[in-house]
């Protein structure tokens, strides 16, 4: 059993900053990867960030510069700085993972529950 929660969502005016959360928990042997998605109200799911356990990351390209995606392999956690924030990144931002939950065995895809941000004019 694994389970990923995501915090850090909140309210926030244009230019201002939020960090998003996320970890994971349970039967786990390694993480190839974690991911921030976003989905704004009557658009498609959107991939914004993404790193591996090595250390390589990919942003889209509406955030570069802006965006952080950092992990903690050891805390299986992933982390989102958001910086310069802008109405058009409001949305439900949610985690993703791809999990070997044993040695040698298939990778899995999890996703956290989602986390709210809105950015206001």
């Known amino acids: 059993q694994v389970q990923l929660v995501g915090s850090g969502g909140g309210l926030v005016q244009a230019g201002g900053s939020l960090r998003l959360s996320c970890a994971a928990s349970?039967?786990?042997?390694?993480?190839?990867?974690m991911d921030w998605y976003r989905q704004a109200s009557g658009e498609q799911r959107e991939l914004v960030a993404r790193i591996t356990s090595g250390g390589t990351t990919d942003y889209a390209d509406s955030i570069k510069g802006r965006f952080t995606i950092t992990r903690d392999n050891a805390k299986n956690a992933v982390y989102l700085q958001m910086n310069s924030l802008a109405p058009e990144d409001t949305a439900v931002y949610y985690c993703?993972?791809?999990?070997?939950?044993?040695?040698?065995?298939?990778?899995?895809?999890?996703w956290g529950q989602g986390t709210q941000v809105t950015v206001s004019s």
């Open positions: 349970g039967s786990i042997f390694s993480i190839n990867a």
């Open positions: 993703h993972a791809i999990i070997m939950r044993q040695r040698n065995g298939p990778t899995w895809s999890y």
